[in-house]
């Protein structure tokens, strides 16, 4: 009996030692969720829109907020202090990768990060101008993601077709938008190329859109509103003031065409965000951001608003209009 107890507590041992010991009660390894920090400038359609093609993208990758991956989003509703605090919240928490939503909060993360932790960019323009990379096929650090260039060119060129007796254009930027200021400069030496006259505003910030948007419209006969944060926060106050003066007003993004613009050519913002996502998923799956190239989507679609037109007493061409049922959006 001696015997048969001893041999039985060397089997029960050997036993042990060769199935890792105890197992939970479900005998799954436990795997660890990532954090992904999502840091947003402020809240406007554009944005907004790109936040949700953030998440789609991350979701077809499976990284199921709430389930499979932890989301921490924060918006600076536009106050720069905000950005540097959430930025360095990422950091200190442990965030595996962040996601930054306009050119100040990729600026913010960027400093924060350190070199370090992957941040992503979603719909930044001009990502090397603005010194978050080293260039667009070889970002060269912690940094990369997608650019959403305006097709600036095809974006006057619809200007003259909509409005052609413009003779003067106006076009405004915000000063503290690296985005704004370059695509708003950018077409300002198209419009000279092509030999169109304009003239340049700028805002400080949405506070000032009422006085400067009065005096250019008293000053051109079409405005060009680019891709620019506050120039989108403020277009209702902008159209409100262009209307009264019969002075039609060509945005760059479809959300702001739907807040009063007439129309324009547009990168759907929400395919820019999901693009993005998808590249964050594969970078948590251990995809280098150094020699990952930056995605551009450039390609406008065809954005129209009849109410818009009717109050500035513009008929759309046939061909615009059928392009737009077919292929684009009509706002009514």
């Known amino acids: 009996m001696i015997a048969f107890i001893s041999a039985l507590v060397v089997f029960l041992g050997v036993a042990f030692f060769a199935t890792g010991g105890p197992k939970s009660t479900s005998g799954a390894t436990t795997k660890k969720v990532p954090t992904v920090g999502i840091l947003q400038l402020q809240t406007h359609p554009a944005l907004d829109a790109i936040h949700r093609g953030v998440l789609a993208g991350l979701k077809e990758y499976g990284y199921v907020p709430g389930k499979t991956v932890k989301i921490d989003y924060q918006n600076a509703q536009g106050d720069q202090s905000n950005l540097k605090t959430m930025s360095q919240k990422f950091v200190n928490e442990g965030a595996d990768e962040t996601v930054a939503i306009a050119t100040p909060a990729a600026q913010a993360l960027a400093t924060a990060a350190k070199d370090e932790t992957p941040v992503i960019l979603a719909g930044i323009t001009d990502p090397s101008g603005s010194g978050l990379i080293k ?18 060119k095809s974006h006057l060129d619809f200007l003259k077709k909509l409005v052609p007796n413009a003779k003067k254009i106006g076009i405004i930027y915000t000063t503290s938008d690296h985005g704004g200021e370059y695509n708003a400069k950018k077409f300002a030496r198209i419009c000279k190329q092509e030999g169109v006259a304009y003239k340049l ?34 277009m209702k106050t902008l159209v409100s003031v262009t209307n009264k003066a019969n002075v039609p007003v060509i945005p760059a ?4 065409v739907k807040a009063g613009g007439l129309a324009t050519l547009s990168v759907d913002q929400y395919q820019l965000g999901k693009l993005s ?51 684009g ?3 009514k």
């Open 201 to 234: 505003y700028t805002i400080a910030n949405t506070n000032d859109m009422q006085q400067v948007a009065e005096t250019m419209a008293s000053q051109v006969d079409a405005v060009y509103a680019p891709q620019d944060n506050g120039v989108a926060s403020a």
């Open 277 to 327: 996502g998808e590249m964050a998923a594969r970078v948590l799956k251990g995809k280098s951001t150094a020699n990952y190239p930056i995605k551009v989507i450039s390609k406008g679609k065809m954005t129209l608003n009849l109410s818009a037109a009717k109050k500035l007493g513009i008929t759309f061409p046939a061909d615009v209009l059928k392009e737009a049922k077919t292929k």
């Open 329 to 331: 959006v009509i706002y």
């Open 253 to 256: 993004v479809d959300t702001m």
């Open 135 to 152: 260039s667009d096929q070889h970002p060269g650090g912690n940094i990369t993601g997608t650019s959403g260039e305006s097709p600036l």
